[in-house]
Each structure stands twice: as C-alpha cells, then as structure tokens.
C-alpha cells in the first residue's frame, strides 16, 4: 500500500495536470476517502472539462448527500499539501511511476479474474489468450506527455521545419519526396517476388549509415548474419564471392569497419540488425525492442528498416484470414509508431501476380491491399525485367506521394551483385508526367 502522505501529493499532481485525470482511475487510490474524492473530481471534470476548487469540492460533497462521510476535516487534511514544497522532476517522476505501477497492479487484478470467469474452449482458447495480453498491453501503454497540436495564429505554427527531412542517399528519391526521408512517416517499396526488394532494403540502411544516421534493420524473413553479409559487402566494399573467406580474418574486418567514413569525412551511423522470426512479431514486439536498444545504447534511431511489412503479425487481430484488413491494420500500426518515436519507417511488399514481368507498375499492382497506399507516405515501385536483370539495371518509379509533383516519375538504376550495391545511372535522365 502506498502511504496516505504520498496518495495526497499525487491528488493534488492530478489536479495540476488534468489531463492525467482520464488515465488515472478511482481505484488506484488505497485510502478510501481521497478515492471517493476523486471520483467527484473526475466528474466534475467529464461534465465541465475543467477541475473544481476546494470551495465546489465541499458543495458537491453536500450536494450528494456525503456531509457525514466526507466532513470538512477530512477536507483540511487533503488539501494540507502544497505541491510548490517539492522539486518539480521528483514530483514528475514518482507520481508517473506510481500511475504505471498502479495501472500494471489492477491489470493483473483484472486479468486473473477475466480468467477465472471464462470458461475456455478449444473454439475460444486463441481469442481468450489475445483478449488476456489485450489487458496487459493496451492498459500499460500510457502516453504521459499531452500534445496540445499546434496553435494556427501563432506565427511558429507555420514553419516548416527543414530538419524532419533528411537525404535518403538516393538523388532522385530526395528530388520527388521534397529533400528526402522525413520523421513520423512511412515509406514503401514494392515488387515482384524475388525482384530485390530485400536489396533495395539494405542499400536504403547503408546510404542510411553511411550519411551518420543512427539505423535498425529488422528482418522478418532473412537471417540476421545473411543481411550482414549484404550490408557489408556494400559498405565495406568487399565482394559477395570472397566475403566468408575474408569475415574469418577479423584483424581485417576490424580495419575494414574502422576505415568507414574516412573517403567522405562523415562519421558513420550506428547499425543494429534484428532478425523476428516470420509472422510472429507484431508491431508492439519491434517497438518495444527498438525503444529497448535506444535506452541501452544511449541513441536516438532515425531511419528504422523493416523487411517486410507482409509477415508481421497482425497483434490486432492474430486468427483474421482477412487479408485487406491484416495489411491495413498492419500499415496503420507502422505509421503510428513512426509518429511517437519520430522515426522514419521504410519497409517493401509483394505486388500480386498483375505486375509481374511488368515494366510500369501502378497502385493496382499492389498485393493484398490497396490500403497500404493510402496508409504510406511515399511508395516506389521496384522494376526489372530479364533483359534488365542481365545488364544489372533497375528502373524505379514513384508510384504514390504525399508531395506534390513528379507524378509517375521514372529513374534508372545500376546495380553491382558483387557489392550488392544500387546507384543512380548518372547518364540517364529521370521523367514523370
């Protein structure tokens, strides 16, 4: 139990910062008389989107008939407090993590009685375990910081900062998405299976890395140790055929990964691979995992990586064989994690069979659904035929954007398999409609 002292100062926090009051409920209060208290603060609140005095505190205590339960002494005593008496960070940080502890404690009250009260079945057993973890995960996920927008006749609300955008490595891609990639938002490439969208993956993480950006590349289909592999043939520069043969020699490797960033004077960025077993992870896995890594590496990710958005799970709807809905609810969950953490999320997906061997994709060709294109800021189709496959080019075409302008437009690419590595064809000329 948490002393009565310390339940009065949290109050009197609460009534400070009331947007603390739809998080916090009755409950969460031991001392009975601060709990029924509160209740009539939460009501007030509710009905008058505002918080009372002390005066209307004792009116509507007579009001509703609770004089005798709750006198005027009891009052006195609550209001003993003075919150100016204590430094603001403390006062911060101890009623957060009592309102974190609290809500973790009822949770499990809750949960344990939700599964002593339903009776499981083997046709209900995936849905009572998905509403079980839905009580522990979507209670706890508290947002204590309150966002109040922006003002519109405030002046500073129409600036348009230039440091959400940054360069992607890429000049086309920077040219039609306005200077680059940009924080809280969500980008995606699309192709025909086996096309080389895991590449264009990697070379957006080391064009990431190699541009000091502080990146994770997440995958969810192939081996950790085969993406280094990639991601080092790339930025190490050595070639795909000699690479198992020359990772043995870790006197290189060392001299190797220390070189990096000499030729451009630009300190690298930090790179972390993950590797999420298929269909197991779901949005909430990764950001508790890359808010994890942020904490015990002391850094601030900007360009999360994510291969491929198709085999996440769907933690809202495990069992739903409905396919639009698993995409759209997956893509929204994305883009909403890119917004809190202020990240930008890059991530590919499979076209269905219309595009195959085609040379102009379009919006259409997206596979299992076209709620992913109005979810994404910006998407790309990936596009190489045989013909361009033997000569080592790719076109990429700019296929859905936020941005204005540079409809449909269109760039070649070269490709080294040897470094794994895509260029921009300097001889070649970008179009779009």
């Known amino acids: 139990m948490v002393a009565t002292h310390l339940e009065k100062i949290f109050f009197h926090y609460l009534i400070e910062r009331r947007e603390l009051l739809d998080i916090v409920k009755s409950r969460f209060f031991d001392t009975a008389d601060i709990r029924k208290i509160y209740e009539i603060v939460q009501e007030f609140s509710e009905k008058y989107t505002d918080v009372p005095t002390r005066q209307q505190i004792n009116e509507l205590i007579k009001m509703k008939g609770l004089s005798d339960e709750l006198d005027s002494k009891k009052i006195d005593y609550l209001y003993e407090v003075n919150l100016k008496e204590y430094e603001e960070e403390w006062l911060k940080e101890t009623a957060e993590s009592w309102i974190e502890y609290k809500n973790l404690d009822l949770s499990v009250y809750d949960l344990l009685n939700y599964l002593k009260t339903t009776k499981v079945t083997t046709e209900n057993v995936k849905d009572v375990v998905q509403n079980a973890k839905n009580i522990i995960t979507e209670r ?28 992607s490595g ?6 039609v998405l306005g200077g680059g990639w940009y924080s809280k938002a969500l980008f995606c490439f699309i192709g025909e299976m086996k096309i080389g969208k895991s590449i264009w993956l990697a070379n957006v993480a080391a064009n990431s890395v190699k541009l000091g950006y502080n990146t994770a590349v997440l995958s ?64 909430p896995d990764i950001e508790r995992y890359l808010i994890k890594m942020e904490e015990i590496k002391g850094i601030k990710f900007k360009v999360i990586v994510l291969d491929y ?43 269905n069979r219309s595009g195959f061997g085609s040379t102009d994709l379009s919006a259409n060709n997206i596979s299992e659904s076209a709620a992913l294109g109005h979810t994404v800021d910006a998407m790309f189709g990936i596009i190489q035929d045989e013909i361009m496959h033997a000569n080592r080019e790719y076109i990429l075409k700019l296929i859905a954007n936020r941005n204005d302008g540079y409809k449909n437009a269109r760039q070649k690419f070269l490709i080294s398999y040897d470094l794994m590595r895509i260029t921009q064809d300097p001889d070649s000329q970008m179009t779009s409609e």
């Open 309 to 351: 958005i198709n085999i996440l799970k769907n933690w809202r709807n495990p069992n739903s064989e409905n396919t639009y809905m698993k995409i759209k609810q997956i893509a929204e969950d994305l883009r909403a994690m890119a917004m809190r953490n202020n990240w930008a999320i890059v991530t590919a997906t499979q076209i």
């Open 140 to 167: 706890n996920n508290i947002q204590f910081n309150f966002d109040e927008g922006l003002d519109f006749f405030n002046p500073e609300s129409h600036l348009q900062p230039a440091t959400d955008t940054f360069s």
């Open 220 to 283: 969810l289909e192939m081996r950790d140790r085969k993406l280094i592999k990639r991601l080092g043939a790339n930025l190490l520069g050595i070639n795909m055929k000699e690479y198992d043969n020359l990772a043995e020699d870790k006197t290189l490797m060392k001299q190797k990964i220390a070189n990096m960033g000499y030729e451009s004077l630009q300190v690298p960025g930090k790179l972390y691979v993950k590797e999420f077993p298929t269909s197991s992870a779901g949005v």
């Open 170 to 175: 890429i000049p086309m891609m920077d040219l």
